[in-house]
């Protein structure tokens, strides 16, 4: 898996929406319906349409239906959560965007989406 978003992003005209796309499949990530949480979750943008979201050691990739433009910007929208320790795939939202879809990632899938991410929105 190391080097699958290195060689994604080496094409030309990649964007880090593509390369997690690529991810996604290449990876055979199985999407999840619920994801249930301790506590609270971080989250981290890779892309327009991605996000990471981490609680304690566990990693998730988010897919948003949309673009979601209020991860990078000043604009905030509430979250829509009916469970304070759960994410539910087509219901709920971070900052305003619906989530589409939910995928467990583990520490090093995480590691390299995050340096693929930042290396392609820095092209």
């Known amino acids: 898996m190391a080097g699958l978003l290195s060689g994604c992003a080496a094409q030309s005209g ?3 929406n593509d390369a997690v796309s690529d991810f996604i499949e ?3 990530l199985e999407a999840l319906d619920v994801v249930r949480f301790r506590d609270q979750f971080s989250t981290r943008p890779l ?7 981490q609680a304690r050691g566990d990693y998730y990739l988010v897919v948003f ?4 433009h209020e991860l990078y910007g000043s604009r905030f929208q509430p ?6 320790k759960k994410l539910r795939a087509g219901i ?4 305003g965007c619906r989530i589409d879809q939910l995928f467990s990632v583990d520490q090093g899938q995480a ?8 290396r392609l929105k820095n092209e």
């Open 14 to 16: 990649s964007t880090a």
């Open 26 to 28: 290449v990876a055979e």
């Open 47 to 53: 892309a327009d349409r991605y996000a990471l979201v």
């Open 65 to 68: 239906r949309r673009r979601c």
């Open 79 to 84: 979250d829509i959560r009916y469970d304070g």
């Open 92 to 95: 709920d939202t971070i900052r």
């Open 111 to 118: 590691e390299e989406l995050k340096l693929v991410a930042n």
